[in-house]
């Protein structure tokens, strides 16, 4: 039988080669260095693969300079590597110096700028730091717009960043930029107006979000999607606030005397020692699965990173682990729950069914609840939202992440 290692001896042994014959940081090694540690990847040799994916980085700054585009691969490969081991901090670290080389390499007027603050943005968003992909994705608005192009897609990446903040509330930025959009694509312009539409739903204004909903099929009828579908956005399954009053945390002083503090809203839904306080809806599998503590809130000093766990309903893991038995904390992709649901033309949920779970009954009612709580974009016909009964979920409870 053949070794099933023999690729990667043999472009070891090219590699070997190379540097005997041009020096250990030649720029001939970069694109065999890189190839050998994909082979490392394929084969689950991770360690090695690292190693040869910083030597390839390594001989790119000597040769090129720090901000060489020719580093990329070599981060890219280096952020899948860190999520395959969960080392989400590590994914986190290379995904912020891809920007910081990115945003250097590049001129500022060049428009291709506005895809490195738009990647970073869309990373930001879907690994929990959205005040950070609010920021970017303002500045690349400013960027946009200083260079003359449209800056819309970007407006509706940030209504995007808001709902996944939890803020239903519409942004008044991307209302203003709809309304001077006369040279917008009209499959932009129908996407801002299903965003609209879709925030609209979120805020309980149903008759607008209508409006905006016959705007889109009006622009672009082909652009619209006829079956309901689930609005991605972070919701809570109660209104913290309304509990504050019998919430407390214990706090010590700078004497190391402890006091009741009241909690605040982000401190109650946070509190990993309780049941699921919230969730993400997240049908496009785009949330990288786990939350960084985000910048400039109180609540991130001292918070260690948090994994999730579902498809297409994310929940906190440590939340979740507090309501389903302790033998089932291995088994968790065995779990699965089949929902049936009617939504409303209003985008609301109702006559949710379990028709079949393998899952514990808490569990079964705790996915219930969120569907409760989540809102679709209702089913439309000629543009204008419909009822439609019968609508299936199938709820998942594997890590969200699979790895490389």
Same mark, same amino acid.
Request: aromatic content about 8%; overall charge negative.
């Given at each position: 039988?053949?070794?099933?290692?023999?690729?990667?001896?043999? #472009?070891?042994?090219?590699?070997?080669?190379?540097?005997?014959?041009?020096?250990?940081?030649?720029?001939?090694?970069?694109?065999?260095?890189?190839?050998?540690?994909?082979?490392?990847?394929?084969?689950?040799?991770?360690?090695?693969?690292?190693?040869?994916?910083?030597?390839?980085?390594?001989?790119?700054?000597?040769?090129?300079?720090?901000?060489?585009?020719?580093?990329?691969?070599?981060?890219?490969?280096?952020?899948?590597?860190?999520?395959?081991?969960?080392?989400?901090?590590?994914?986190?670290?290379?995904?912020?110096?891809?920007?910081?080389?990115?945003?250097?390499?590049?001129?500022?007027?060049?428009?291709?700028?506005?895809?490195?603050?738009?990647?970073?943005?869309?990373?930001?968003?879907?690994?929990?730091?959205?005040?950070?992909?609010?920021?970017?994705?303002?500045?690349?608005?400013?960027?946009?717009?200083?260079?003359?192009?449209?800056? #819309?897609?970007?407006?509706?990446?940030?209504?995007?960043?808001?709902?996944?903040?939890?803020?239903?509330?519409?942004? +008044?930025?991307?209302?203003?930029?709809?309304?001077?959009?006369?040279?917008?694509?009209?499959?932009?312009?129908?996407?801002?107006?299903? &965003? #609209?539409?879709?925030?609209?739903?979120?805020?309980?204004?149903?008759?607008?979000?209508?409006?905006?909903?016959?705007?889109?099929?009006?622009?672009?009828?082909?652009?619209?999607?006829?079956?309901?579908?689930?609005?991605?956005?972070?919701?809570?399954?109660?209104?913290?606030?309304?509990?504050?009053? +019998?919430?407390?945390?214990?706090?010590?002083?700078?004497?190391?005397?402890?006091?009741?503090?009241?909690?605040?809203?982000?401190?109650?839904?946070?509190?990993?020692?309780? +049941?699921?306080?919230?969730?993400?809806?997240?049908?496009?599998?785009?949330?990288?699965?786990?939350?960084?503590?985000?910048?400039?809130?109180?609540?991130?000093?001292?918070?260690?990173?948090?994994?999730?766990?579902?498809?297409?309903?994310?929940?906190?893991?440590?939340?979740?682990?507090?309501?389903?038995?302790?033998?089932?904390?291995?088994?968790?992709?065995?779990?699965?729950?089949?929902?049936?649901?009617?939504?409303?033309?209003?985008?609301?949920?109702? &006559?949710?069914?379990?028709?079949?779970?393998?899952?514990?009954?808490?569990?079964?009612?705790?996915?219930?609840?969120?569907?409760?709580?989540?809102?679709?974009?209702?089913?439309?016909?000629?543009?204008?939202?419909?009822?439609?009964?019968?609508?299936?979920?199938?709820?998942?409870?594997?890590?969200?992440?699979?790895?490389?």
């Amino acid at each position: 039988m053949d070794n099933p290692r023999q690729p990667i001896i043999d #472009l070891e042994n090219q590699v070997e080669e190379l540097t005997l014959h041009h020096g250990p940081f030649s720029v001939e090694l970069i694109e065999p260095v890189i190839t050998l540690a994909k082979l490392y990847i394929e084969a689950y040799e991770l360690e090695s693969a690292t190693d040869q994916l910083l030597r390839a980085q390594n001989i790119a700054h000597r040769n090129e300079g720090v901000y060489t585009p020719r580093q990329f691969e070599a981060v890219d490969l280096l952020t899948q590597i860190a999520l395959s081991e969960a080392d989400y901090r590590a994914a986190n670290v290379q995904q912020k110096f891809a920007f910081f080389v990115q945003s250097h390499h590049l001129n500022p007027q060049d428009p291709e700028i506005l895809s490195a603050y738009s990647e970073m943005a869309n990373w930001y968003m879907f690994t929990g730091q959205t005040r950070r992909s609010r920021r970017l994705l303002e500045e690349s608005i400013e960027k946009a717009t200083s260079l003359g192009l449209d800056p #819309l897609p970007l407006a509706i990446e940030l209504s995007r960043a808001r709902r996944l903040e939890g803020n239903c509330c519409v942004s +008044k930025q991307l209302l203003e930029l709809v309304k001077r959009s006369s040279n917008t694509d009209p499959d932009t312009l129908a996407n801002a107006y299903l &965003e #609209l539409a879709d925030t609209y739903i979120l805020a309980r204004k149903e008759v607008i979000a209508a409006e905006y909903f016959l705007k889109a099929n009006e622009v672009s009828p082909l652009s619209l999607s006829v079956d309901p579908r689930p609005i991605s956005a972070r919701e809570a399954f109660s209104n913290p606030l309304a509990q504050q009053a +019998k919430i407390y945390h214990i706090e010590k002083d700078m004497f190391n005397r402890r006091h009741l503090t009241l909690s605040t809203y982000e401190e109650i839904l946070e509190d990993l020692s309780v +049941k699921p306080q919230w969730f993400i809806i997240d049908w496009k599998q785009a949330h990288q699965g786990f939350i960084v503590p985000d910048r400039n809130s109180k609540l991130s000093q001292g918070r260690e990173i948090q994994e999730l766990v579902g498809n297409p309903i994310l929940f906190s893991k440590d939340q979740l682990y507090n309501v389903i038995p302790l033998r089932l904390e291995k088994r968790m992709e065995e779990l699965k729950i089949e929902l049936s649901f009617t939504v409303t033309s209003e985008g609301d949920l109702e &006559e949710i069914e379990v028709i079949n779970s393998t899952a514990p009954v808490k569990l079964d009612r705790l996915v219930v609840d969120a569907l409760r709580k989540a809102h679709y974009r209702p089913g439309l016909v000629n543009g204008l939202p419909v009822t439609t009964k019968n609508v299936s979920l199938v709820q998942t409870f594997s890590s969200h992440y699979k790895g490389t």
